[in-house]
């Protein structure tokens, strides 16, 4: 392993380890729902990282300057969308009886709610000079998979820690009240990016 594939999976360590609205939805996730049920979550989160990766470490040049020329407006649809899913966790109310919804149902919401942040983008051009890319689509896609490897890896300790307090949880509301405490996290996010637009 060379020097810039462990700068790549680093930086997705800390990508993933940053507190934001994702990693608190992991956390919720895995807190009422259990460790495979974060982890799906996590998977997604790390699957939509990577793409990102791909792109900015492919073509950051290209799409850098059109996502800054568009920064105000991709702020606010990211933090109303950010509100949306914290009100939709607050008010939704979980079912109690049935078939419960199996650990892969949170792969894909997750992958797609870490896509539409448009933004993520900027960060991995920023990184993109501190890689030896030189044009080369496999370097890309190699380095990328790094970052997909440091961003799951954190993603599944955070997983972990959401089950551990979920098996800990006198009943489901604790957990309910724990995946309230990450609605109101994640609307606090899409409120202070609404502000700062």
Known sequence: MDAAWIRSLLFGAVLAGSIGPIALLILATAAQRGFAAGAFAGLGAA????????????????????????????????????????????????????????????????????????????VFAGFVPQLPLAGSPATAA????????????????????GAAIGAVAPGPRWRRAISAASALGIMAFGIAGLAGA
């Open 47 to 122: 699957l939509a990282d990577y793409v990102y990766a791909l792109v900015a470490f492919s073509a950051a040049a290209l799409l850098l300057p059109l996502l800054t020329a568009h920064a105000a407006t991709i702020r606010v649809a990211c933090g109303m969308l950010l509100v949306g899913l914290g009100l939709w966790m607050l008010l939704r109310r979980p079912a109690e009886s049935g078939r419960p919804a199996s650990a892969t149902a949170s792969l894909w919401p997750t992958f797609l709610l870490t896509l539409v942040n448009p933004m993520t983008i900027v």
């Open 142 to 161: 190699w380095l990328a998979f790094a970052l997909f490897l440091g961003s799951f890896g954190v993603a599944l300790a955070i997983a972990g820690v």
